[in-house]
């Protein structure tokens, strides 16, 4: 199956700092390309949608000056979350589909900790 | 807006059993459903994938079915293994957006 990637894996980084995460479609255009996060003993929460080439689409509550998606390749999505607090401690993971299929590829997650 | 349910929300079966898993969603406009494992601080995996035209997807021991106009999809699971042991996520898409259950953790005891 088709295989997409996410660097770091574990991050951590002090209060007020910002993290970058990266999210990579190893063998597969992602025109499509999904952001996650999962809270301990919760179900992942859908951040935002990103097309390649235009602006993310964030979910009701989450903040888009704080967690700064780009999407400027077809395989190539990155995370940024700024001024991270200890509560943006979690586990990021991102999910790409592309033009051919609607079947989600998901990356293996990036757990975030902020100290 | 689509709501996706598990039912249940945690089972234990000693190993060797057969079992099946819920998943509901009130919206019937799917382009499909899939059926994830995940492990305790991984990613999800994938495990099946159906269309909304298809009835039902078998993949070694797991079988999933779709019945779109009730807004069902079970997973059977043959002959359970500890190995099998994990939370299982269904999702729905409409095309446009995912919707996640909220997870049947199993566990399978030796």
């Known amino acids: 199956g088709a295989v997409v990637s996410q660097h770091p894996s574990r991050v951590i980084c002090k209060s007020g700092t910002s993290v970058k995460i990266e999210c990579r479609s190893l063998d597969f255009q992602a025109t499509t390309m999904f952001w996650y996060r999962q809270f301990p003993k919760q179900s992942l929460m859908l951040m935002a949608t990103?097309?390649?080439?235009?602006?993310?689409?964030?979910e009701q509550g989450v903040e888009k000056d704080k967690f700064l998606i780009n999407h400027a390749s077809l395989t190539l999505s990155t995370l940024t979350v700024t001024s991270a607090h200890p509560e943006d401690s979690s586990f990021y993971i991102c999910?790409?589909?592309?033009?051919?299929?609607?079947?989600?590829?998901f990356g293996p997650g990036t757990r975030l900790t902020v100290t | 807006k689509q709501e996706v349910t598990q039912i249940p929300a945690a089972l234990s079966v000693p190993e060797g059993e057969n079992l099946v898993l819920n998943c509901s969603f009130t919206d019937s406009a799917i382009y499909n459903l899939q059926w994830f494992r995940q492990d305790p601080g991984k990613g999800l995996t994938s495990l099946l994938l159906?269309?909304?035209?298809?009835r039902e997807q078998t993949s070694g021991r797991l079988n999933a079915s779709l019945d779109k106009s009730s807004g069902r999809s079970t997973l059977y699971i043959a002959a359970s293994q500890p190995g099998d042991s994990a939370t299982y996520l269904c999702?729905?898409?409409?095309?446009?957006?995912?919707?996640f259950g909220t997870g049947t953790s199993l566990t399978v005891i030796p």
């Open positions: 990103s097309n390649e080439g235009s602006k993310a689409t964030y």
């Open positions: 999910s790409g589909t592309s033009s051919l299929s609607y079947e989600q590829y």
């Open positions: 999702a729905v898409n409409t095309g446009n957006q995912f919707y």
């Open positions: 159906i269309q909304s035209s298809q």
